[in-house]
């Protein structure tokens, strides 16, 4: 049962404009959500995160929204470079629980120069 | 500060042998996870550490898979025997405490199971 969806394995975006990385959840515990960012042969590194008590995130190019009655959160990232090519995981926990956190299936974001 | 250190990077063996992954994490983060990343997918969590002791193991198959965190440092995670299935990147993630969120995560073993 995915809790945690990613429903665009893909997404390829020109350098300067804005990429749109979606996620969905099912838990409407969750009140905890991550974003990382991962590499070819690498472990994934953290990214951004925002807490359920927030709608919006912001740290410089990169701002994470959520909608909590839609069950919904996105990362937006302006301008898109293409360093910014990469698999990006979402990821939901319920702190009530412990801090297991339950990841989506990844976008593959590709920034074209 | 040293990341989370795992070893070996790659390993290839053939099913129902055995296997032994091993992990490093950051200095003074008390707890550990083990990931298992099945290609296509997100990782998912096998079992996590609070020093050395056990918090949620509830989705590792314990008929095959087995870890533990000796002295609350390094852990060391076992399949045996392997099946086919079980190919996946093994990742290892640590972090300060149980209520502390964003883990690092290591490179991770990929493990080809042949």
């Known amino acids: 049962d995915q809790q945690v969806k990613q429903n665009s394995p893909s997404l390829s975006v020109q350098e300067g404009r804005i990429s749109i990385l979606n996620c969905d959840y099912t838990?409407?515990?969750?009140?905890?959500f991550l974003w990382y960012k991962k590499y070819p042969a690498e472990g994934p590194t953290f990214l951004i995160s925002i807490s359920s008590i927030k709608d919006k995130n912001e740290d410089g190019r990169f701002t994470v929204f959520l909608n909590k009655s839609a069950k919904h959160l996105s990362l937006h990232i302006v301008p898109s470079q293409p360093g910014d090519s990469a698999v990006y995981f979402c990821a939901a926990s319920d702190s009530n629980t412990g801090n297991q956190f339950y990841f989506g299936t990844g976008t593959s974001l590709t920034v074209i120069p | 500060e040293a990341g989370v250190a795992q070893s070996p990077r790659y390993k290839i063996i053939e099913k129902r042998q055995s296997v032994a992954f091993w992990c490093n994490p950051i200095s003074g983060h008390a707890t550990l996870y083990w990931y298992q990343q099945i290609l296509g997918q997100g990782p998912k969590l096998l079992i996590q550490f609070q020093n050395n002791g056990v918090v949620d193991d509830s989705q590792l198959p314990k008929d095959r898979f087995s870890a533990e965190r000796l002295k609350g440092v390094d852990s060391t995670l076992k399949i045996q025997p392997a099946k086919l299935e079980d190919s996946a990147v093994y990742l290892c993630?640590?972090?300060?405490?149980?209520?502390?969120?964003?883990?690092?995560f290591g490179s991770g073993t990929r493990l080809t199971v042949v």
């Open positions: 993630a640590s972090s300060l405490d149980v209520g502390a969120y964003g883990y690092t």
């Open positions: 838990n409407s515990m969750f009140d905890y």
